[in-house]
């Protein structure tokens, strides 16, 4: 049983006017097995948080502590952060041409496990975590993300989470962008990711359409840098309903 | 110019200031660039083994097959009686690249040299050569290439020079029609190289495609002159050129010239030069430049980019556990192995990775 624990979160981005807050005091416990849903209003902060977790430079840390089983999370480097279990499916993968698909799971997954995989039992568990996938086997000798579309690139992130087996998992905005059966495709990998191991999954979604398959145990709403209101399953459907109005003050 | 302009004599000795000559540290080129400097005549290349489909002689003869104003190109024509030609068969099918290499024996960086190959590609032939430039030399060369309807050839220059080499050289293709012609530039080498890779065409339907990769360390120079001439209706290019560069001094130059004449409508072409700087004290200049006479074209488009790491990238692999080092050595590799791994000759591709790898060596990335 593990736990994440994000309290009183501050973080602000460098920008031509000077430093920006953005993120204002996010207080959020996770725990292993558990599923959280983060739904807010587009610019609230939600990829602020997921980047800030995952150690992204581009974020300074103003106030707070994050810890994983207690131990301080912002003080390690980006490698050792996904070393210790968390893992970020980003909204917009980034493209690296010149390294094959193949090539880079293998390197992630070498670093992560501490010792290259076994090159028989390697090949058998790419190939059936992207079968599983529904992604052409073609895909491994393709760069690294470079001309796939909106939702290749996210099966992609899925396909990295089964393999790389975080401890903690956040989702930014994996639903989007995902036509009806690549959804469904996408949301059974990351159920069965989760009935294989004790995962502790932040999923960040707009629609609830992708919670009819992840079944959230807590949705958090998420405005202005802050999480401003909690619940169960039953608070996404009156997000869909109402929109965010009564939480985002002018 | 109101001389005419491919003839030495017309010629003064570049000073520096002239656009073409503007980036060049011309005190390093131990004169080759002087229209007086003494050139000697010897056809250096060789060829490894042999086999069918081709033939390589040395053949008498002044002619030249296209036109230049270049003063070390115009030296080399005048100093040279002799031309080495590789002569491809027509309907040849050759799977093997044909490899051709610089015989150094009697040579010697003091002595300059001139060399001039040209490449006919017989009509409908398929062919892969290969030209490997190592060692220490002082040579101005100029290959001429000949690609006849409908041919196809896959050009490769390395340039894996020793620190004292200097190297002056055009690589001129005319490109027949419906044929393809796909050269591949790799200077890894050299103290001072130059090299002007030129393309006109010879009948619409054909298409050059010029791949590049060059990676300067200290004190070399490094130029990459392209110059693309699209004169005729229906032909296509392409450019893409990738250069690194770490330590003091270390300094690239890339110019993409490419001209869209009046008469050559549908054209359909686009160039990109991407530098990559590891260490201060290094310099990439880049000009992309783009001339275009008619608007009944199928594209046309130019991009070029000089920055350090892509932060995004590097972010992205260390999420994965990759550890920041390592993620900047993957990413260099990644950057070349975009051009290397089109060459599609292991071989060379592990050898110029190799070299790479070395010249990383003790670089604070
Ligand atoms: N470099 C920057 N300069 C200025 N503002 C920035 C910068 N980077 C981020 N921001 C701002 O931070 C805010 C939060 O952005 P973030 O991407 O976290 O929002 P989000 O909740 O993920 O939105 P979406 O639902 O659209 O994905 C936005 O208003 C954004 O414009
Ligand atoms: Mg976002």
């Known amino acids: 049983m593990s736990t994440l624990e994000i309290k009183n979160l ?36 939600k990829s602020t948080l997921a980047y800030s977790l995952a150690g992204h430079p581009k974020y300074q840390i ?28 980003m909204q917009y993968p980034v493209e690296v041409p010149g390294i094959s698909v193949s090539n880079f799971l293998r390197t992630a997954v070498t670093a992560i496990r501490g010792e290259a995989p076994k090159v028989r039992t390697w090949v058998t568990e790419v190939k059936t975590a992207m079968a599983d996938l529904s992604m052409d086997p073609a895909f491994s000798e393709r760069n690294v993300n470079e001309g796939f579309s909106g939702g290749e690139k996210k099966r992609h992130e899925i396909l990295q989470m089964e393999l790389l087996k975080p401890k903690f998992a956040i989702l930014d905005e994996t639903d989007s962008g995902l036509d009806v059966d690549a959804l469904r495709v996408v949301s059974e990998g990351v159920n069965r990711i989760k009935s294989n191991s004790d995962v502790g999954i932040l999923l960040i979604t707009h629609y609830t359409r992708i919670l009819k398959y992840i079944k959230p145990d807590f949705v958090h709403v998420f405005a202005a840098g802050r999480i401003v209101e909690e619940g169960g399953a039953e608070l996404a459907e009156k997000l869909e309903e109402k929109g965010y109005a009564e939480y985002v003050t002018a | 110019m109101t001389l005419a302009s491919n003839i030495l004599e017309n010629h003064t000795t570049p000073t520096g200031r002239e656009e073409a000559w503007r980036f060049a540290p011309l005190a390093r080129t131990r004169g080759l660039h002087e229209v007086e400097s003494a050139i000697l005549d010897r056809p250096s290349l060789k060829v490894a083994g042999s086999g069918s489909g081709f033939s390589f002689t040395l053949i008498d003869g002044r002619e030249s097959l296209s036109k230049t104003d270049d003063v070390v190109v115009l030296k080399v024509r005048n100093g040279t ?4 030609e590789l002569k491809i068969e027509k309907n040849a099918v050759i799977a093997e ?30 062919a892969t050569v290969v030209i490997e430039n190592a060692g220490a030399m002082t040579l101005a060369e100029e290959i001429e290439i000949l690609l006849e ?101 270390a300094h690239t130059v890339w110019i993409g010239d490419v001209f869209i004449r ?40 130019h991009a070029s980019t000089t920055g350090r790491f892509d932060d995004e990238q590097l972010f992205y692999l260390q999420s994965r556990g990759i550890p920041a080092d390592e993620a900047r050595k993957l990413v260099i590799r990644a950057f070349f192995m975009e051009i290397l791994s089109k060459l599609a000759l292991p071989e060379i591709e592990e050898r110029i990775a190799a070299t790479i790898s070395k010249d990383l060596q003790g670089v604070e990335l």
Do not use: C
């Open chain 2, 81 to 84: 009686s002799h031309v080495q």
């Open chain 2, 149 to 249: 309807d409908g041919a196809q050839l896959r050009f490769v220059t390395l340039q894996e020079w020793s620190d004292e080499t200097v190297h002056i050289g055009r690589h001129h293709a005319i490109v027949g029609r419906d044929a393809t012609f796909s050269s591949y530039v790799i200077t890894v080498g050299g103290g001072f190289v130059r090299l002007l890779p030129t393309v006109e065409y010879a009948g619409p339907g054909s298409s050059a495609e010029l791949f590049g990769l060059y990676f300067a360390t200290a004190n070399q120079f490094l130029e990459h002159r392209i110059h693309v001439d699209h004169a005729i209706p229906h032909a296509k290019s392409r450019v893409h050129y990738k250069g690194a560069l770490s330590g003091n001094g």
């Open chain 2, 97 to 126: 690249p044909i490899f051709l290499s610089r015989d150094l024996s009697g040579s010697s960086v003091e002595v300059a040299e001139a060399s001039r190959l040209v490449i006919r590609a017989g009509s409908h032939s398929q």
């Open chain 1, 62 to 89: 103003t106030g707070g502590t994050v810890t994983l089983d207690g131990a301080n999370v912002l003080e390690m480097s980006v490698d050792e952060r996904a070393k210790a279990g968390l893992f970020l499916a």
């Open chain 2, 262 to 301: 009046a008469a050559a409508e549908g054209t359909d072409t686009y160039e990109l030069n991407r530098n990559l700087l590891l260490s201060d004290g290094a310099r990439a200049d880049s000009v992309p430049n783009l001339e275009i006479e008619t608007g009944e074209i199928v594209g046309a488009g």
């Open chain 1, 10 to 45: 501050q973080v602000s981005v460098e920008t031509e006017e000077g430093s920006k807050q953005i993120l204002r005091g996010v207080d959020l416990t996770i725990k292993s097995g558990e599923t959280h849903a983060i739904m807010g209003p587009n610019g609230s902060g």
